[in-house]
């Protein structure tokens, strides 16, 4: 009888234990995660200006003593915006995911964590996630020269 005890309480505690290290391991994952996110997801976009769904957190709005804005965006898989230009440039800063950038007439680049683009001013280009990752983006524009110009849908066969 008192083997069966033992028995008993020793799966027990093995059963309490692995439960323990399985809740820790996914709080472990859990604050790793929210750790590496370094500014908040933001707003669904709702405009015409993206194929796909993503997000934008404004960080600074442009304004009359300081022309810039800089938002960060949260592209889904397969997101991505219209082509489109900036009269004043736009510069990329990749924080997290993969990601494509390309330049009317130019290859599509792959953009991965780190990576940033300088987006020359008045030059149509596009850019968003990859076919399967989510990609984020601080995207630094200047309007001093005006507001970005909106043009086309980017077509199936230019995001693949």
């Known amino acids: 009888m008192k083997l069966k005890n033992i028995a008993g309480l020793l799966l027990f505690g093995v059963f309490a234990f692995s439960c323990k290290a399985q809740k820790k391991a996914i709080l472990s994952t859990e604050t790793a995660s ?56 736009q510069i990329l800063l990749v924080i997290d995911g993969v990601g494509y950038y390309q330049e009317k007439g130019q290859p599509k680049k792959i953009l991965r964590k780190g990576d940033v683009i300088k987006c020359p001013p008045n030059i149509q280009h596009w850019h968003g996630a990859s076919v399967d990752t989510y990609f984020v983006q601080v995207a630094i524009t200047n309007t001093q020269n005006g507001v970005p110009v909106w043009l086309e849908a980017v077509t199936d066969e230019e995001y693949k």
């Open 34 to 89: 929210q750790k590496s996110i370094l500014f908040g997801k933001g707003e669904k976009i709702t405009n015409t200006n993206f194929t796909g769904t993503a997000y934008l957190q404004m960080l600074i709005a442009a304004d009359s003593l300081n022309p810039t804005s800089v938002g960060n965006v949260t592209f889904e898989p397969g997101a991505r915006t219209k082509w489109h230009l900036h009269p004043g440039g």
